[in-house]
């Protein structure tokens, strides 16, 4: 995990869990491996992991926390409703744990 990111509420988790379809739901423990092997750039209040070359994840942490699922967007075609919102949360709390 890396040091760069931020921890994030509780309240955030059930948010981007239940924005989820389904189909994306089951494969949250696969982005969530994916996600935690990605570049993780910080500047400031904000986290970029970047997905591949045309799609990135921003975090914006005021305080140094994700405090609301708003905080967390997703350049991909899915957004907001994308996996990977979801999936860095679930790095965030992870890194948490681990700090």
Not at 79 to 91: G, K
Request: glycine residues 6%; aromatic residues 0%; proline residues 9%.
């Amino acid at each position: 995990m890396s040091p760069l990111l931020p921890p994030v509420a509780p309240e955030v988790t059930a948010e981007l869990v239940a924005a989820l379809p389904p189909r994306l739901r089951r494969r949250l423990d696969a982005g969530t491996a994916k996600l935690a092997a990605r570049p993780v750039v910080r500047d400031g209040e904000t986290v970029r992991i970047t997905l591949d070359d045309d799609t990135a994840l921003e975090l914006h942490a005021p305080g140094g926390t994700v405090t609301t699922a708003d905080a967390i967007h997703c350049g991909c075609l899915l957004a907001p409703a994308c996996l990977h919102r979801a999936a860095a949360e679930a790095v965030l709390r992870a890194a948490a744990a681990v700090l």
